[in-house]
Nanobody, 127 residues
Framework: VQLQASGGGLVQAGGSLNLSCTVS????????IGWFRQVPGKEREGIVC????????RYADYAKGRFTISKDQVKNMVYLQMRDLKPEDTAEYYC?????????????????????WGQGTQVTVSS
């Protein structure tokens, strides 16, 4: 399993940014993909996840309304659209894959113990 996050950069507060995660080596039916972020000195925190089986999502409370996850299994991509960005959104952003029967009946989770992780992409929001 390989994942690679991209699309980070510098953006002004209130702006938008779209991240991409290239995924390979998974059976989408058996995995969930999550987005996480980490600030130096702090624990990595979950943002949102999506079940490959049926697209069911789970958002962290702080991400609801500003962040949107989507997937394109044909292109093996998962996206994170971020809008109305704030300086506190500055972090290294990661995508990760977790093996499990995730669906609307058993939601994916935002715990830090996903099976496979990609390299992160830095997002910096200036005030």
């Amino acid at each position: 399993v390989q994942l690679q996050a991209s699309g980070g950069g510098l953006v002004q507060a209130g702006g938008s940014l779209n991240l991409s995660c290239t995924v390979s080596g998974i059976d989408w039916y058996e995995y969930a993909i999550g987005w996480f972020r980490q600030v130096p000195g702090k624990e990595r925190e979950g943002i949102v996840c999506i079940a490959g089986r049926d697209g069911t999502t789970r958002y962290a409370d702080y991400a609801k309304g500003r962040f949107t996850i989507s997937k394109d299994q044909v292109k093996n991509m998962v996206y994170l659209q971020m809008r109305d960005l704030k300086p506190e959104d500055t972090a290294e952003y990661y995508c990760a894959a977790d093996l499990g029967n995730y669906s609307s009946r058993w939601s994916c989770h935002l715990d830090n113990d996903y099976d496979d992780w990609g390299q992160g992409t830095q997002v910096t929001v200036s005030s």
